[in-house]
């Protein structure tokens, strides 16, 4: 049973709305492009592992997808748990393309692909660290002791794993994961958890998950001045819209709009602010006057904070 769905990281949107709102020459275009890349295909890989634990038997499992919660120490985010009275199971999953090797001593992985060797973080390093971090939290919040186990999931089926060497016994293709778990409820046969704490466990894991919101003109050093700003045409993809008498007109196709405004204040909040002030909108929008930009923050309703002049309005997309 799923108790937490797993939804498309905010980062994807973040990404999106940066490289929309830059020019294509800025220097940190590519770097940009290539993390949106990375956050999408790794979004795939957990959509694609979800295709198979949907095949779980719905009793006795619960499964939780992109939980994060804090140890005390530090936040940990866990990419899919399952829950059952017997064990927990952490499952990391990995979306890489090529071939990729391990090695018994050294903690990394190395992931070749057209010719080039790149060196990633030990994927079995890191699930130890949610082990420490998941058994942790559990005996904060007053859980009795249940075991906890870790595997990680590759879940692009042409990755390729190099056997010559040494291969990880934590380690399993998507199509595998569901015997994978067959084992272990096989190994794992003494109940640890009663009905009312797997209840409480639930409850506890979704109360306490905490979505971590990405800051992604920090992560690129990129300042707001560097931004473009203006209205999107949603035909021609350029920021020529002009408002006039309650509507958005593109001065370079010439198409008419009545929502083009709305992606502006979604780049606004992904970008910079749960809340805009009348100024921030009118420079964010290059609206011509205060009383356009009072009347498009009026049709959004919710107001509001502040007196008349410095009020700030929650942009509600
Ligand atoms: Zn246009």
């Keep these: ?64 997808h992109d939980v994060r919660l804090h140890d005390r120490i530090h936040y940990f985010q866990i990419d899919t748990l399952l829950v059952t009275p017997y064990f927990l199971l952490i499952v990391g999953v990995k979306n890489i393309a090529g071939k990729i090797s ?13 010719g080039r060797e790149d060196g990633f973080q030990d994927p079995f ?28 999931v590759i ?15 934590k380690l399993t293709h998507n199509s595998n994961l569901l015997f994978k778990i067959e084992e272990l409820a096989k190994f794992f046969t003494e109940r640890h958890l009663t009905e009312n704490q797997v209840k409480r466990l639930c409850t506890a894991l979704n109360e306490q998950h905490t979505p971590h919101k990405p800051d992604v003109m920090k992560q690129f050093g990129i300042t707001e001045d560097e931004l473009l700003s203006g209205v ?18 593109c001065r370079n196709c ?47 309703l919710n107001e509001s904070n502040g007196n008349t002049k410095g009020r700030r309005y929650h942009i509600p997309y």
């Design 1 to 64: 049973m799923i108790i937490k769905e797993r939804k498309k990281p905010v980062k994807i949107p973040m990404l999106e709305a940066l490289i929309r709102r830059l020019p294509s020459s800025h220097p940190q275009i590519q770097s940009i492009e290539k993390e949106l890349a990375k956050r999408k295909a790794g979004f795939r890989g957990e959509q694609a592992l979800d295709y198979y634990l949907e095949y779980l038997p719905s009793e006795d499992y619960y499964l939780f």
């Design 102 to 114: 391990f090695n018994q001593n050294l903690p990394q992985m190395v992931r070749l692909l057209d």
């Design 125 to 152: 390093t890191q699930g130890e660290w949610h082990q420490n971090s998941l058994s942790r939290w559990l005996y904060i919040n007053d859980f009795p002791f249940v075991p906890i186990d870790y595997l990680v």
């Design 155 to 169: 879940s692009n089926p042409t990755t390729i794993i190099e056997t010559s060497e040494y291969i990880p016994k």
């Design 232 to 249: 999107f045409c949603e035909k021609c993809k350029t920021l020529t819209m002009e408002r006039t008498h309650g509507r958005w007109v």
């Design 254 to 300: 010439g198409s008419i709009s009545r929502t083009a405004h709305i992606q502006a204040f979604e780049d606004y909040k992904l970008l910079m602010n749960d809340t805009i002030s009348n100024r921030e909108l009118r420079e964010f929008l290059k609206l011509s006057s205060s009383k356009i930009a009072r009347d498009l923050l009026k049709s959004m």
